[in-house]
């Protein structure tokens, strides 16, 4: 290992290295989907991205020869930890070559940078929080991951378990046929929901995008809510749902997003998200090749050649006083409407918490398959 330098970034040239090494290690693979560097770049800038308001972090780059071998992040989540009143610290963004002495060291140096920053163990991978990316795949390597999922080489999960790490949590992803789930939806649902709808004298709608600020700071009380007694959630904060919204309105599908209120009060909301991942492969963003054209194969392939046969349901939330009225299969039932209307063919609900039985049960009752497990390692240390 003395061949091994670990360097914290420090630069913007440093920092590019860090975005783009991923293409390295991912070169020959068919399923990973490269991001676009423009909104990588802004991920990690503490200008853009306000989660760097309630949080510090540090990049590190491995290097042999000169050459980046490896990467990976440590940061400090200081408002997850006044939440939970818990001393944690996490790490995120590890990749590396299929190299078991360099993947220790970099592990080695985020549990460095944690406990000299205070912290009694360490949580990840996250990619930053709860409301980001997170979590290894350890199954399903044979298939590109959905919008806003990770994805990773199955050796990660060795690397990271020979460190010493535990699973504090797995994440699971569910598929479904939306043609089954929408032809065979149980007609007690559809009578049931009616009568939820007018029982509580409420009412559904789609989104609107013309007042589309306005509805995502009416979604953040609910969110923020219905996440709440979540497993390592972080409440999202008006400047972070506001960067949210500002990224994530190109791709809303007014249809696929929808509002349930009770005198003009939004009381819950279901979000499901084309799988922009389909098209995006298709136009493989990189380094060297102008965005502008990036983008513009990206439209080819998602508005023009229409390839986009999945739809991940992204977010479902109740307030807590109306979870476990029936709600969640009044969403349901539009969602399935709705997607199988436009023509998608499948869907994928994630992530799921392994120990949220409730939502896990409803799931399987309308069809849903556990297809993929991400998961969250820990470290006493």
């Not at 693979?29 to 949080?55: C, G, I, M, T």
């Not at 406990?115 to 350890?138: C, R, W, Y």
């Not at 009416?218 to 709440?228: D, I, K």
């Amino acid at each position: 290992m003395t061949d091994i330098q670990i360097v914290p970034v420090t630069n913007k040239s440093e920092l590019e290295e860090f975005i783009t090494f991923p293409w390295k290690v991912y070169k020959d693979n068919p399923y990973w989907v490269p991001p676009l560097l423009s909104e990588r770049r802004q991920f990690f800038d503490p200008e853009k991205n306000p989660f760097f308001e309630h949080a510090k972090a540090q990049f590190f780059v491995a290097r042999r020869n000169g050459d980046v071998i490896g990467t990976i992040g440590a940061h400090s989540n200081y408002l997850y930890n006044e939440i939970h009143n818990d001393n944690t610290g996490f790490f995120g963004f590890f990749e590396v070559l299929d190299d078991p002495d360099t993947a220790a060291a970099l592990l080695e140096t985020a549990e460095r940078w944690a406990k000299e920053a205070g912290h009694d163990q360490i949580l990840g991978p996250m990619q930053f929080s709860t409301n980001d990316e997170l979590g290894l795949l350890v199954d399903a390597f044979d298939d590109a991951p959905r919008i806003l999922m990770t994805y990773n080489p199955a050796r990660y999960q060795g690397y990271i378990e020979s460190s010493g790490y535990e699973k504090a949590m797995d994440l699971l992803a569910y598929r479904i046929s939306i043609r089954e789930l929408y032809e065979n939806m149980p007609e007690k649902i559809s009578r049931v929901g009616e009568k939820i709808l007018k029982r509580w004298k409420l009412e559904i709608r789609p989104i609107n995008m013309k007042d589309f600020d306005n509805e995502v700071e009416l979604l953040l009380g609910v969110y923020n809510q219905a996440w709440e007694p979540n497993w390592a959630a972080v409440p999202m904060t008006e400047r972070e749902a506001e960067k949210l919204a500002e990224d994530m309105k190109p791709l809303v599908d007014p249809d696929l997003a929808l509002i349930i209120e009770k005198d003009g009060k939004a009381v819950a909301f279901a979000l499901a998200l084309p799988d922009l991942n389909q098209p995006l492969l298709k136009a493989y963003p990189k380094p060297g090749i102008p965005e502008p054209l990036t983008l513009l194969k990206l439209l080819w392939h998602w508005k023009v050649r229409g390839n986009i046969k999945w739809v991940r349901a992204w977010g479902v939330g109740v307030l807590p006083e109306f979870q476990g009225q029936g709600l969640e299969s009044i969403i349901f039932l539009k969602l399935s409407e709705a997607t199988y209307r436009k023509g998608f063919e499948l869907s994928e609900m994630s992530w799921i918490l392994e120990n949220n039985d409730k939502v896990r049960k409803s799931i399987q009752l309308l069809g849903g398959e556990a297809y993929k497990t991400y998961r969250v390692y820990q470290k006493s240390l």
